[in-house]
């Protein structure tokens, strides 16, 4: 058997190192900086963090003192993404949750993640704003 250098052992490892780190889940927080708030296209901001990956954490983060404008629910199918329909949808987030270091949603499904806010009576959601969709692959 023949025996491997010191510098091709070494590449090995880094090449190793380099596919273990590449396949480490993601904390993202939603909205950036900014975090979960009303007037805020999160469709582009989706658009911008994709692609997502099985097990990233999506962190919500969002004043908990207020109304409920905060909210995140997860809705069932895409019609309902689309018509900002909340029927059959799941509260995943109250509006006192998002305090602090916010709440997370891990994405440990292969399937489409509809989120969006009832908040301000459903009009951030119907004009588009407030709402994204997440589709996590696999790692490579």
Known sequence: MARLSYAT???LLLVA?????ACEARTIVVGGSEGWHLGFNYTDWALANSPFYFNDKLVFK???DEAS?????LLPNLGSYIRCD?????LVANSNQG????FEV??????????ASKGDKG????DGLMKFFAVPWPRF
């Open 9 to 11: 052992k070494a590449c």
């Open 17 to 21: 190192a380099s596919l273990l780190a």
């Open 62 to 64: 969002y004043p908990a």
């Open 69 to 73: 404008a905060y909210t995140v629910y």
């Open 86 to 90: 909340f029927n059959g949808s799941k």
């Open 99 to 102: 305090g602090g270091k916010g």
């Open 106 to 115: 891990v994405l440990n499904q292969w399937k489409p993640y509809y989120f």
């Open 123 to 126: 009009d951030q959601c119907n």
